[in-house]
């Protein structure tokens, strides 16, 4: 894949009818074609020569002006096949992927097989990707039944994209079962720059790190995408983030998130889109910039976005090879707010019970007694989440003080945490680290307990209980428990509060 973008070129088409040319004309001609021609040629005969009085053009009172796009309203209006969209405009847009899960993929199927017909097809099945991932290993009947349904549905339609799980007992047993699905999607080469991608999950919205318009709908336009392809949308201005300055070796994506979040509240971003620019955006992995772009819902965003670039281009190489086009927010495009941040003057965070805007310094929590420690999910189950907590427990060299729950997201992460190296360690890997460390063994792949589940949901909270989570939500009832206290923190703090029993700033070993 090229590591640089070409500008894109703009073609203008001429209309030969309007120019006064019929589309059967062999030759061009100084009149148009028409019947009266075809019966009487016209005389050649030059009488006279008149040179057009010249005057000076005055500017047209009436038509469009084109101004400057956002790089969410380029790609929904490429998808509307529109060369202009402004914000709160509605239009129809043509989906290029759509996601669906265990959870909300029998719903949707429903609604899809109502309104289309028990014997209809899906528009197309190879853009319909659907990957059980939330309650999965669990003895519950109605939770395996929802795998059931989805199996059925993608044999009936030949979904290309379907990967199941039938094994419970083995994960590894079935090659196709990857595991959370957001992790999934870019790790299979679903994710690319200047596509939309809809998904029924909220968390749907960490692709836009691949710069493309990802966000989460309901089953009931799922249902509508199954069978149209399209869906109407509106158009979200944006608020765009700055973040400039060099990365602390102890911050993590998942920091500056929640910094974010703290800053302009659960919902200061309701139906908008977040552009995420600046020094520090670019310096991020891939990995990093999904931490970034998953948790823009929890600040009532419709999507986040980060512009493509080497790094996402790098990312792509082996993962797609179909052909994407990036795009880019105009010079001149409207932004409803800009906010700027030096990185550099940040400290590790947590958001406190019960919201993710409840910000505070880590170091300000000091006296927070813990019962247990919670890495993974969409938001913190990724390999570089592994590789970060790895390495804070590698530089204490101690044991952790509370149990240490581990559930990587998907089956190659599973593998990264048992075959990767951590860099300094002499070549032992995070689950030889994690183990030195007394933490639970890394469980099966998938969103384990971050949503509750099932009772005998791996690490689930069934009693009240103090938990320091690399989760995205700490709602009551999140992970299980109503009375639960949940600090949402990165994998930094995590390991740092599991080694203390209490939440813990990560500098105190790093």
């Given at each position: 894949m090229a590591s640089s973008a070409v500008a894109p070129t703009s073609s203008f088409l001429v209309d030969k009818k309007?120019?006064?040319?019929?589309?059967?004309?062999?030759?061009?001609?100084?009149?148009?074609?028409?019947?009266?021609?075809?019966?009487?040629?016209?005389?050649?005969?030059?009488?006279?020569?008149?040179?057009?009085?010249?005057?000076?053009?005055?500017?047209?009172?009436?038509?469009?002006?084109?101004?400057?796009?956002?790089?969410?309203?380029?790609?929904?209006?490429?998808?509307?096949?529109?060369?202009?969209?402004?914000?709160?405009?509605?239009?129809?847009?043509?989906?290029?992927?759509?996601?669906?899960?265990d959870v909300c993929g029998p719903g949707s199927i429903g609604i899809f097989k109502k309104e289309f017909g028990e014997n209809a097809k899906v528009w197309d099945r190879e853009k319909v990707v659907i990957i059980p991932d939330h309650y999965i290993f669990t003895t519950d009947e109605r939770a395996n039944r929802n795998v059931d349904i989805l199996r059925d549905f993608c044999n009936e339609q030949n979904i290309k994209y379907f990967y199941d799980i039938k094994d419970l007992g083995n994960f590894k047993a079935n090659p196709d079962y990857k595991g959370v699905c957001h992790v999934a999607l870019a790790q299979e080469g679903h994710c690319r720059p200047g596509e939309v991608l809809l998904g029924t999950d909220s968390h749907t919205c960490t692709a836009g790190a691949f710069g493309q318009f990802a966000t989460g709908i309901g089953n009931t336009d799922a249902g509508f995408v199954l069978g149209t392809g399209k869906l109407l949308l509106k158009v979200p201005p944006t608020l765009r983030f700055v973040m400039d300055g060099e990365m602390p070796n102890y911050l993590l994506a998942k920091d500056l998130i929640l910094q974010i979040i703290g800053e302009i509240s659960v919902a200061g971003a309701t139906y908008k889109a977040m552009e995420f620019v600046g020094s520090a955006?670019?310096?991020?992995?891939?990995?990093?910039?999904?931490?970034?772009?998953?948790?823009?819902?929890?600040?009532?965003?419709?999507?986040?976005?980060?512009?493509?670039?080497?790094?996402?281009?790098?990312?792509?190489?082996?993962?797609?090879?179909?052909?994407?086009?990036?795009?880019?927010?105009?010079?001149?495009?409207?932004?409803?707010?800009?906010?700027?941040?030096?990185?550099?003057?940040?400290?590790?965070?947590?958001?406190k019970p019960h919201s993710p805007d409840n910000r505070a310094l880590a170091r300000e929590c000091k006296d927070v007694k813990i019962d247990r420690v919670y890495i993974g999910s969409c938001t913190g189950g990724k390999t570089e989440d592994f590789m970060a907590a790895a390495k804070v427990f590698l530089a204490s060299g101690k044991k952790v003080k509370v149990p240490t729950f581990l559930v990587p997201a998907t089956q190659k992460v599973w593998m990264d945490v048992y075959s990767l190296p951590v860099p300094?360690?002499?070549?032992?890997?995070?689950?030889?680290?994690?183990?030195?460390?007394?933490?639970?063994?890394?469980?099966?792949?998938?969103?384990?307990?971050?949503?509750g589940g099932p009772r005998d949901t791996y690490a689930r909270m069934n009693e009240a209980q103090v938990c320091v989570s690399t989760t995205n939500r700490n709602f009551p009832g999140r992970m299980g428990h109503k009375e639960g206290q949940i600090y949402l923190a990165s994998p930094y703090t995590a390991a740092a509060s599991a080694l203390t029993g209490f939440v813990t700033d990560p500098r105190e070993f790093i």
């Open positions: 309007i120019l006064g040319f019929s589309a059967s004309c062999a030759q061009p001609s100084s009149f148009p074609c028409s019947p009266q021609l075809s019966k009487k040629r016209a005389s050649t005969k030059i009488v006279s020569v008149m040179t057009p009085q010249q005057s000076e053009r005055k500017p047209s009172a009436t038509g469009a002006v084109k101004t400057g796009m956002t790089m969410t309203e380029k790609i929904l209006a490429r998808a509307s096949e529109k060369s202009q969209l402004v914000p709160g405009e509605n239009a129809w847009v043509n989906v290029d992927i759509l996601m669906t899960h955006v670019e310096s991020l992995t891939m990995e990093e910039r999904m931490t970034l772009c998953n948790m823009v819902v929890e600040a009532g965003g419709k999507n986040g976005v980060i512009p493509a670039d080497r790094t996402t281009y790098k990312f792509l190489e082996d993962k797609t090879s179909l052909p994407f086009e990036p795009v880019f927010s105009d010079g001149g495009a409207r932004f409803l707010k800009e906010y700027r941040f030096d990185i550099s003057k940040l400290e590790p965070l947590v958001a300094g360690s002499g070549g032992r890997t995070c689950s030889q680290i994690f183990e030195e460390a007394g933490c639970d063994t890394p469980a099966s792949p998938s969103c384990g307990a971050c949503l």
